[in-house]
């Protein structure tokens, strides 16, 4: 595809559709894995990997093929960073907590407690630095990163007891992974981590007390409704959760240059497509759960988000005490997010209150 093809391809996703199908007899100039930390086609997330694969395909006119594994098919799910690193695969497709191991200010990258919710992730991403941070973070690992997707605004979560005040979240049993877990447990409460495929039966008998997952959309496939009482809002851990593509940097330099462009586009266009299919859905999904399955959807009330953002605030700072670059990432999150609080004040808070 010529350069000036791709630019108007680019201009809109919904054109896709419209492209040519690849005749069978046409050989891919680059063949390439991408490996997922999801099961394959798995709601929104699954779905969005398939549809940035499709994409580099049909916007590189079948020069690039990538062919999706679902976790475990080809790498179990939390092995895909090495896998991409070292070049079992070209292309890997998660969350940027997952790899908290390697190094915590990675979090920053996905989403932190009380951080900033995805339209000010993004632009913190593209137009504010937080991208060239995310590759100088992911160079160490031979990686190039790509935000390729976001939940939106997460739900709080399922509970089987009612949130009254600060009381009710002592030794409240709720699976809730990563910094959220942290301060959950500062707040007196005991997180636990539990695997996706655990969490109804674990909800139903009674062995958490809550959970909290994705929002109405994952959450209503779930079933949650049939296994706890109160559904609470809002995300408060999972403000706009990122969810990333990253390359291996040396078959990612092995592409000619208009194909650099159309795999970096690609994700562009799949950052987006991901976070309209979730707040599409979740629209439909909370419909149902109101107005068919009569749940009780209830705000956490203000003392107690006000204490939970307290404690965010030092579990947060105290991540960029590790070293300076964990320092520099905090630095450039926080003050951008201060930065874009000052402006939402005027613009999309007051709009939304009208
Ligand atoms: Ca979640």
Redesign the pocket.
Same mark, same amino acid.
């Given at each position: 595809m010529k350069r000036r093809d791709f630019f108007k391809y680019f201009s809109s996703a919904a054109i896709l559709s419209t492209l040519p199908k690849l005749s069978k007899a046409e050989k891919p100039e680059f063949n390439w894995k991408m490996v997922t930390t999801w099961p394959k086609n798995f709601p929104g997330l699954g779905t969005g990997a398939q549809f940035l694969a499709n994409t580099i395909q049909k916007l590189s006119g079948g020069r690039i093929k990538v062919s999706v594994y679902g976790a475990g098919e080809l790498v179990p799910a939390f092995e895909i960073f090495d896998a991409v690193s070292s070049g079992v695969a070209e292309l890997g497709h998660g969350s940027a907590y997952y790899w908290k191991g390697k190094n915590d200010t990675f979090q920053f990258f996905s989403t932190v407690p009380f951080g900033m919710s995805f339209n000010e992730m993004n632009a913190w991403l593209y137009k504010g630095g937080g991208m060239k941070l995310w590759e100088k973070a992911y160079a160490d690992f031979n990686l190039i990163p790509m935000a390729a997707g976001n939940t939106g605004v997460?739900m709080g979560g399922w509970f089987n007891k009612e949130i009254s005040s600060l009381n009710d979240l002592k030794g409240l049993k709720m699976r809730i992974p990563g910094l959220g877990g942290e301060v959950l447990k500062r707040a007196g409460g005991t997180p636990v981590n539990l695997p996706g495929g655990e969490l109804f039966t674990a909800l139903k008998t009674g062995t958490i007390d809550a959970t &909290?997952?994705?929002s109405p959309y994952n959450d209503l496939a779930f079933g949650f409704h049939k296994a706890a009482k109160y559904y609470y809002y809002p995300?408060w851990? &999972?403000p706009g959760?990122t969810l990333e593509c990253f390359v291996n940097a040396n078959k990612f330099s092995e592409l000619p240059d208009d194909l650099k462009q159309i795999v970096t586009g690609a994700a562009k266009i799949a950052n987006m497509d991901m976070l309209c299919e979730f707040i599409s859905k979740n629209n439909d999904a909370l419909e149902i759960l109101q107005k068919k399955h009569n749940v009780d959807i209830r705000q956490y009330p203000d003392e107690v988000l006000k204490e939970l953002y307290k404690i965010s605030k030092d579990v947060v700072k105290e991540l960029s005490l590790k070293d300076d670059f964990a320092k520099e990432v905090y630095n450039s999150y926080s003050s951008f997010q201060q930065k874009t609080n000052n402006w939402n004040e005027i613009s999309i808070k007051s709009y939304l209150n009208i």
């Open positions: 997460q &909290e997952w994705v995300g851990h &999972e959760t």
